[in-house]
Structures are given as structure tokens and as C-alpha cells.
């Protein structure tokens, strides 16, 4: 089993993954705030969480969370591509303009910002779990 394959950073990568789509949806959202009839979209966490905690119920012998290549050029992942993708569901912030546009561009910035700072956390924990990994394998003295 390598390093990597453990249950904590399985589950963080597979959180980091899930935050850096709903980054690029947020910011779809952004970049249409003046665009006529747009309602902006975001991710189901909900949907998320159901998957997550099927995928490490069904995998009490294998720990890791399969990732995709979800265009064509990716690099598809040691063990085969698998994984996830995660639907894009219609949210309307709280108001609409006069042209049918429903994107509230505080809303959205605190969404982004409130994703920004939960990818921050997973990635702080799954570096420190990686460097406490890294310390309990060196030989002893070290």
C-alpha cells in the first residue's frame, strides 16, 4: 500500500477534487453576472457526501477514492480511470434583474470565499498528515 492510499488522505483528496469543481462553477457564475437570463448554478454537497460515504462503505478492503479524467488529455490515474463527476444544479441568489440575469455577485463572492478557505483546510491537513507519515517512517535517530 503506498502512502497515499490511506482512508484521511483518500477522503481529503476526494474533497479537495469536489471544492476545485464548485471553484470553476462559482466562477462560471462570476464571469456571467451580466449576461442576460443566467441563473447561476452550483454543486449538491449533499450529493457529494451520499457518494463519499457510499464509495468508503463499499471499499472497506480498498481505501482509495478513484479519480476521473474528465477531458480527453488528462493523465488517467495509476489502477484505471473511475471516480466521480458531480452534477451542476441551478441555484437563483435572492434577487433578479430586469433582464432575467439571477446572479448576485456578493452571494456568489462569499460562496467562493467560503470554498476557498475549506480547500485551504483540506490541503493544510493533507499536507500535515503526509509530513506526519513522512516522520514516523524515518529510522529511528533521524
Do not use: C, W
Not at 82 to 97: F, I, N, Q
Amino acid at each position: 500500500m503506498a502512502i497515499g492510499d490511506t482512508n484521511v488522505l483518500s477522503l481529503l483528496r476526494e474533497s479537495m477534487g469536489f471544492l476545485s469543481e464548485r471553484q470553476r462553477v462559482l466562477a462560471q457564475n462570476v464571469a456571467n453576472a451580466d449576461t442576460p437570463g443566467y441563473t447561476p448554478n452550483d454543486l449538491s454537497e449533499a450529493e457529494f457526501h451520499r457518494a463519499l460515504t457510499s464509495q468508503m462503505r463499499n471499499s472497506a478492503s480498498s481505501s482509495a477514492v478513484a479519480m476521473t479524467a474528465s477531458q480527453p488529455g488528462h493523465i488517467v490515474p495509476q489502477g484505471g480511470a473511475g471516480g466521480r463527476t458531480y452534477s451542476v444544479a441551478s441555484r437563483p441568489d435572492s434577487e433578479t434583474t430586469v433582464n432575467g440575469n439571477s446572479v448576485n455577485l456578493e452571494e456568489q463572492m462569499v460562496r467562493a470565499q467560503e470554498n476557498r478557505l475549506r480547500y485551504e483546510t483540506a490541503m493544510s491537513l493533507y499536507q500535515k498528515s503526509l509530513a506526519l507519515m513522512r516522520m514516523a517512517a524515518r529510522p529511528a535517530g533521524r
